[in-house]
């Protein structure tokens, strides 16, 4: 019974990496009407550079302190993927807004393999799994043969707080009721005033945003990244969001 509710409970904190992962897709779907199937491929995107931000920082400034490690990276890379996100967009998106579905979904699944292996490519030893330093407190506790552990609380609670954060700005602010407007009817929204480029953006913006926090939490959960990491996530994400209903971000 013991190695069930640890089962669980890890399954739990697993659930959250991909539900952010998840929210992403659904946000792509609702907002923009498409499946972004690279989506997997730029939460490994936010990990790693995670790991760069935290080597750059430890390495070669020499700082050590976990607390503003952790910090940064998480600061950093959500930037830094958000940036990507609306240059992914801009790029490769904008372009066949109007075009037949298959061709967003051909379009955003080749330029994930793209995104892939030029990490594996470019990053030193990329093929390989890279270590993740673990910049969490090691503290756990086993209560009643449950095993308890500090990361994996954090991550719970993180990840719920960035859920909920997320549904909170889609319903109660100016851009988010922007965004909502969109998707219930792009050439209404426009002739409202709607900034429809600006929507694009913030859409990439956030599910960036989501997906390199996830990333991070699994490089802390599992202690190392690599390069091909993403194609788990971006499956099971999908698979998350159409089970919870396209467009629903607490289905998701």
Same mark, same amino acid.
């Given at each position: 019974?013991?190695?069930?509710?640890?089962?669980?409970?890890?399954?739990?904190?697993?659930?959250v990496m991909? %539900?952010?992962?998840?929210?992403?897709?659904?946000?792509?779907?609702?907002?923009?009407?498409i499946?972004?199937? %690279?989506? *997997? $491929?730029?939460?490994?995107?936010?990990?790693?550079?995670?790991l760069?931000?935290?080597?750059?920082?430890?390495?070669v400034l020499g700082?050590?302190?976990p /607390?503003?490690?952790?910090?940064?990276?998480?600061?950093?890379?959500?930037?830094? =993927?958000?940036?990507i996100?609306v240059?992914?967009?801009r790029? =490769?998106?904008r372009?066949?807004m109007?075009?037949?579905?298959?061709i967003?979904?051909?379009?955003?699944?080749?330029?994930?393999i793209?995104i892939?292996? %030029?990490v594996?490519?470019?990053?030193p030893?990329?093929?390989?799994?890279?270590?993740?330093p *673990?910049?969490?407190?090691?503290w756990q506790?086993e209560i009643g043969?449950?095993?308890?552990?500090?990361?994996?609380?954090?991550?719970l609670?993180?990840?719920v707080?960035?859920?909920? &954060?997320?549904?909170?700005?889609?319903?109660?602010t100016?851009? &988010?009721?922007?965004?909502r407007?969109?998707?219930?009817?792009? $050439?209404?929204?426009?002739?409202?005033?709607?900034?429809?480029?600006?929507?694009?953006d913030t859409?990439?913006?956030v599910?960036? /945003?989501?997906?390199?926090?996830?990333?991070?939490f699994?490089?802390?959960?599992?202690r190392q990244?690599?390069f091909?990491?993403?194609?788990?996530?971006?499956?099971?994400?999908f698979?998350?969001?159409v089970?919870?209903?396209l &467009?629903?971000?607490f289905?998701?």
């Amino acid at each position: 019974m013991d190695t069930v509710i640890n089962q669980i409970l890890h399954g739990v904190m697993l659930g959250v990496m991909y %539900s952010l992962v998840a929210v992403g897709f659904t946000l792509f779907f609702g907002v923009l009407n498409i499946i972004q199937f %690279s989506h *997997g $491929e730029i939460f490994m995107v936010g990990a790693f550079l995670a790991l760069m931000i935290i080597n750059l920082l430890h390495l070669v400034l020499g700082i050590s302190n976990p /607390v503003l490690l952790l910090f940064v990276a998480f600061v950093g890379s959500s930037i830094l =993927t958000g940036l990507i996100g609306v240059l992914f967009g801009r790029v =490769t998106i904008r372009p066949i807004m109007n075009a037949p579905p298959i061709i967003a979904l051909l379009t955003t699944l080749a330029a994930g393999i793209a995104i892939r292996y %030029s990490v594996m490519a470019f990053y030193p030893s990329g093929s390989e799994p890279q270590r993740f330093p *673990g910049l969490l407190p090691d503290w756990q506790t086993e209560i009643g043969g449950i095993l308890l552990r500090f990361d994996s609380f954090f991550i719970l609670a993180a990840g719920v707080f960035l859920i909920i &954060g997320t549904y909170l700005f889609i319903n109660k602010t100016k851009m &988010g009721i922007a965004m909502r407007a969109v998707a219930q009817d792009r $050439e209404t929204a426009s002739m409202m005033g709607v900034n429809i480029n600006k929507v694009i953006d913030t859409t990439f913006v956030v599910s960036g /945003v989501l997906a390199a926090c996830a990333g991070i939490f699994n490089g802390l959960y599992y202690r190392q990244v690599i390069f091909d990491m993403g194609a788990l996530y971006g499956v099971v994400g999908f698979s998350a969001a159409v089970i919870g209903g396209l &467009g629903n971000i607490f289905g998701a």
